[in-house]
């Protein structure tokens, strides 16, 4: 009999510190925090699930500043022309582009400027060879009227989409990849 009411005091023992315990999490407000915490874990999994044109960003900006090259070759990472520069980019997401910026408007789906999400490919018609209506650059839209891209000197770099400047005066289309 005394090692049941032995083993008896100690799962009331256990039980009581386990209840103590529970009632502390629950007055701070910790169960609550883990909770929250879990949730946020999944949502977060999820919007980095469905980011994939953050990631193009974020990838593509590891090269900001790399020189500008017309023609630059698409086995190099020394320096870009902008159609190397996206080919490059959206290569390491498993996505196959075109090598001009021409053939890379071709592909994809068209999206309107008002509809426009990161990662989507923006075409121009700049430049010398530009008339108005042939593509002549491509640059990857960023988000908040921003592109990512390479043209001229700094080479790859960020540039307002916006405010009528050259990008928002040359704008032509847009294509989504992704």
């Known amino acids: 009999m005394t090692n049941k009411k032995h083993f008896f005091q100690k799962v009331l023992t256990v039980g009581l510190c386990a209840s103590i315990g529970f009632t502390g ?3 701070t407000g910790a169960a609550e925090t883990a909770s929250a915490a879990t949730s946020s874990t999944t949502v977060n999994a999820y919007a980095t699930s469905t980011s994939k044109g953050q990631q193009v ?3 593509g900006k590891q090269y900001l500043g790399v ?19 996206t080919k490059h980019v959206f290569k ?9 910026a021409a053939q890379q408007s071709k592909i994809g789906k068209a999206v ?3 509809n ?48 009528g ?9 847009a294509r989504r990849v992704l």
């Open 57 to 59: 960003i974020n990838y």
């Open 116 to 163: 426009l999400k990161v990662g989507d490919l923006v075409f121009f018609s700049s430049g010398s060879r530009a008339n108005g209506k042939n593509v002549t650059h491509v640059g990857i839209y960023a988000g908040n009227g921003k592109i990512l891209h390479t043209y001229g000197s700094p080479g790859v770099t960020i540039s307002s989409l916006n405010n």
């Open 67 to 85: 020189r500008y090259v017309f023609g630059a070759s698409t086995t190099t990472t020394k320096n870009f022309d902008c159609s190397s520069f």
């Open 92 to 100: 390491k997401y498993g996505i196959t582009l075109p090598r001009t």
């Open 25 to 27: 999490l629950l007055a």
């Open 112 to 114: 309107s400027r008002a």
């Open 165 to 173: 400047g050259n990008w928002d005066r040359t704008y032509l289309k």
